[in-house]
């Protein structure tokens, strides 16, 4: 138990570090919280963000009880739930802390709910008791002592850990004002910022409402009758493919193109005006292929990557019941946007989201798991290139070979008519020369010898051909017919 009363006794202390710190005389800060207020302050810097409705636990190392790594869990809705989960918390907990190396040698615990519209602070506390009893004895069963447990709720705090009520008054204590701790001090000379409560973070992924859900419905309605039996078709599911990501690949552009304005519901809003229902529909349904979602998860770096979570998450909007569900595939996608920009606290958000919405989405299961176990992203990001630098060559060497067949052909094509052309001249060339035949003189006639070696004039048109007409060989003007027929129009 944490002695509340002796000001000399230092409460766990925290290192951390941004990557946005700005350069001074220490790249790394410690600060050093001394009692439970200052830990009920601390609590939104270590996690990024205001939890509400959550069972959040902290890992503590060595002597001075350095944080280590946090788990968060949404409170469950039933009490009879609250027995099991203690022992699946704490034992993933100790695993996570194995996998870093490090054991834990305490804990600290925060439950956060606010109170019903009719209750109030300390009836959440209460209530919540039984839930912070079986987290503490979970923890103990593991050897992993619980230093505190503090219950936030209706802007105050209160103890489970002290029964004192000199330090710790039954009505609770009230919060410090947002920004005026030393957690926030330090947190601001290192360039954090708080990015909101987790339910202001989750609802730029909630569906919209009104008669926009409406209209919405009805385009998801027309696409999935559309679509759906394409997809299913082997024949067409190529090219819906195509279609779904050159949709996608132009509404991008059009967000890149468009600056996202500084709060984030004016700029959600003015990103919703950018996609038609139709539109969202389209590409909507065509996530929902695996091969297509896979895709489109290119778009993960660079000048991509801004304006492509911001399409997922408008698409995530977009998905109104009964059409819920199918926002897992865009909610991932945005997970998995911000997993690779470096945004952990939205990618863990996002994904947790798309869990939520399909439990057994194994795309999200995978990324979420490797988010929370702070892999890194680089051989996704490898390979997902690596597919699209496959499929662009097999694409170039496709195009090729089609440009080389239709040079093939008009060779072809070419060859056949200068062939017909040399034909039809010889059958020219043929007909002037068995025609009248003309000396030296001019005659029109030609003597010849006969067989008993009589000379006797010969009519122009033959022996037999009708006098006074040239005969001439027949070609039906077939060939010349089949050389129009092959040459291109």
Not at 232 to 237: G, I, P, T
Not at 470 to 479: F, I, L, N, S, Y
Request: hydrophobic residues 35%.
């Amino acid at each position: 138990m944490t002695n509340h009363s002796d000001p000399s006794r230092p409460f766990p202390s925290s290192s951390f570090t941004a990557a946005s710190a700005p350069s001074g005389p220490c790249a790394e800060q410690e600060v050093t919280l001394r009692s439970p207020a200052e830990l009920a302050d601390a609590l939104p810097y270590l996690l990024g963000f205001v939890p509400d409705d959550s069972i959040v636990m902290v890992a503590l190392h060595g002597e001075r009880g350095r944080f280590g790594g946090r788990l968060r869990l949404g409170i469950p809705h039933s009490r009879e739930e609250w027995a099991g989960i203690g022992d699946q918390l704490a034992e993933t907990l100790l695993t996570g802390s194995n996998k870093r190396g490090a054991r834990p040698d305490g804990v600290v615990l925060f439950l956060c709910q606010d109170p019903a519209a009719s209750g109030t602070g300390r009836e959440t506390m209460e209530r919540l008791r039984p839930l912070a009893q079986s987290l503490r004895e979970a923890c103990g069963r593991r050897d992993m002592p619980v230093f505190e447990a503090l219950c936030l709720s209706d802007g105050r705090f209160w103890s489970y850990c002290c029964p004192d009520p000199r330090c710790c008054p039954q009505e609770g204590t009230p919060l410090a004002l947002p920004g005026t701790s030393v957690m926030a001090a330090a947190a601001t000379y290192a360039g954090m910022e708080l990015r909101g409560s987790l339910s202001q973070l989750e609802a730029r992924y909630a569906p919209i409402t009104g008669p926009r859900a409406d209209e919405q419905q009805e385009a998801l309605d027309s696409a999935a009758m559309a679509l759906v039996p394409r997809i299913l078709r082997s024949a067409d599911c190529e090219t819906v493919r195509q279609e779904t990501l050159e949709l996608a690949h132009r509404a991008m552009s059009r967000f890149h193109n468009t600056p996202p304005l500084g709060g984030r519901a004016e700029a959600d809003a003015r990103d919703d005006t950018l996609l038609t229902a139709r539109e969202a529909a389209t590409i909507i349904i065509g996530l929902q292929d695996r091969v297509t979602r896979d895709r489109a998860a290119e778009w993960m770096e660079g000048s991509e990557a801004p304006a492509a979570l911001r399409l997922w998450r408008a698409l995530a909007r977009r998905c109104v019941p009964p059409y819920m569900e199918h926002a897992a595939a865009p909610v991932a996608l945005a997970g998995w946007v911000a997993w690779s920009v470096d945004d952990k606290l939205e990618a863990r958000v996002a994904l947790g989201c798309a869990l939520r919405l399909d439990p057994e989405y194994l795309f999200a299961q995978l990324l979420h798991r490797a988010c929370n176990e702070g892999l890194d992203p680089e051989p996704l990001r490898r390979c997902l290139r690596g597919q699209s630098a496959d499929r662009a060559l097999r694409q170039a060497a496709a195009e090729e070979e089609v440009r080389g067949n239709a040079a093939a052909a008009e060779r072809s094509s070419a060859a056949a008519d200068e062939k017909s052309n040399t034909a039809a001249a010889g059958s020219e060339e043929e007909t002037r020369g068995g025609g009248t035949v003309a000396d030296s003189g001019g005659n029109t006639g030609q003597r010849r010898t006969g067989v008993n070696g009589r000379s006797r004039n010969v009519r122009p048109g033959g022996p037999s051909g009708p006098a006074g007409r040239a005969r001439t060989r027949r070609t039906d003007g077939q060939q010349g017919v089949r050389s129009r027929q092959e040459r291109p129009q």
